[in-house]
């Protein structure tokens, strides 16, 4: 239940912030972000995250905790392909237009902590699941020429990394 969540949340970040820990990270940018080309019952989903969000940073802030919040490079469905069909957007476009949302939505974050270099596996479902759109070094830095101006504009913080064992030379530490 909702009240479970926020009490273990609650648990959580004073037991971190008691070790001297200053940040915490939360799964997922995709469920912070809402849409009004997702279907309905995707938007009334969301919704309830974002309400859930904002007390879960809420209790982070009340302990002095900056928020960053993870995403892989990019998340998808077929509401999301439809709308970058039918508005020959790109996917760096698309992930900017989800930041400055977020940024709006949530001020209080600090920033965001992007993956590159994996996806979803074919036996995961889910409402958002990822797909390697990055696989080459001049993706990732064109990539980043995009957004970065973003997060300066928000003063928030990007934090680019890698996976372990990822996908091409792009996804290996």
Do not use: C
Not at 11 to 32: E, K, Q
Not at 71 to 94: K, V, W
């Amino acid at each position: 239940t909702r009240q479970e969540i926020t009490t273990r949340f609650e648990r959580y970040v004073s037991r971190v912030a008691t070790f001297g820990y200053d940040s915490v990270s939360i799964d997922d940018l995709a469920r912070l972000v809402n849409f009004d080309f997702y279907n309905a019952d995707l938007q009334l989903l969301i919704a309830d995250y974002i309400a859930l969000y904002k007390e879960l940073f809420s209790i982070a802030q009340a302990h002095d905790l900056k928020i960053f919040v993870n995403t892989d490079y990019l998340f998808f469905n077929d509401d999301i392909q439809t709308y970058m069909d039918a508005h020959d957007l790109s996917a760096e476009s698309f992930f900017e237009m989800v930041l400055a949302r977020a940024f709006t939505t949530f001020p209080e974050l600090s920033g965001i902590i992007l993956r590159i270099g994996e996806k979803d596996g074919q036996d995961v479902s889910g409402h958002f699941l990822s797909k390697l759109t990055l696989r080459i070094p001049k993706q990732a830095n064109a990539l980043l020429t995009h957004i970065l101006p973003l997060f300066e504009k928000h003063n928030k913080l990007l934090v680019f990394r890698t996976w372990t064992v990822g996908a091409y030379k792009i996804g290996d530490l």
